[in-house]
Nanobody
Framework: QVQLVESGGGLVQAGGSLRLSCAAS????????MGWFRQAPGKEREFVAA????????TYADSVKGRFTISRDNAKNTVFLQINNLKPEDTAVYYC????????????????WGQGTQVTVSS
């Protein structure tokens, strides 16, 4: 299990930007593929983005491609999600997750989760 703590959420106007951070408490952060998910009120938790251990490969949900960028700093045990051109439909709780597997975008593919950070976008 990896302990994950997200930060950086907030209330933003449409068109604005946010940078979410997720700090991991583990000695082997670079062993994990990291991901971001989000859950809007009344909806299922959905995959947003993932990044492999080296940072050299990323995957994104179609709905966020071109606006969201996932990155990681293994020296600081931190993964980031840069969100640009925010839209009201991006309003959700954003969760950081860690996976010991090489692929997969289902919630069941990730074994460790943070508590989430709220992102609210006003129109």
């Amino acid at each position: 299990q990896v302990q994950l703590v997200e930060s950086g959420g907030g209330l933003v106007q449409a068109g604005g930007s946010l940078r979410l951070s997720c700090a991991a408490s583990t000695r082997t952060f670079s062993d994990y593929r990291m991901g971001w998910f989000r859950q809007a009120p009344g909806k299922e938790r959905e995959f947003v983005a993932a990044i492999i251990w080296s940072g050299s490969a990323t995957t994104y949900a179609d709905s966020v491609k071109g606006r969201f960028t996932i990155s990681r700093d293994n020296a600081k045990n931190t993964v980031f999600l840069q969100i640009n051109n925010l839209k009201p439909e991006d309003t959700a709780v954003y969760y950081c997750a860690a996976s010991s597997g090489w692929y997969g975008s289902r919630t069941s593919d990730f074994g460790s989760w943070g508590q989430g950070t709220q992102v609210t976008v006003s129109s």
